[in-house]
């Protein structure tokens, strides 16, 4: 995935990780990214993405039937 840079200022209580976190999980609700896409920006693999998106509210499964199933033959 091609990716640019941006540069954000944060609240210090907010870590760099955390703040990945939550930024991968909101694109990936909105259909913005894969599952995959998200994980690689959250800098986890898929797996620990999967595990810590519901401990930020987040849900795994996408509205996209395609989705949904790319995500399945990739997994």
Known sequence: MNMKTITV???????????????AGE??????LSL??????????KRTFIEVMGKYGFS?????????LSDIENA
């Open 9 to 23: 200022n944060v609240p210090e209580n907010l870590s760099e990780p955390e703040l990945r976190i939550i930024l």
């Open 27 to 32: 694109l990936y609700e909105r259909e913005k």
């Open 36 to 45: 995959g896409q998200a994980a690689e920006l959250a800098g986890l693999s």
């Open 60 to 68: 795994i499964f996408s509205d996209s039937v395609d989705d949904l």
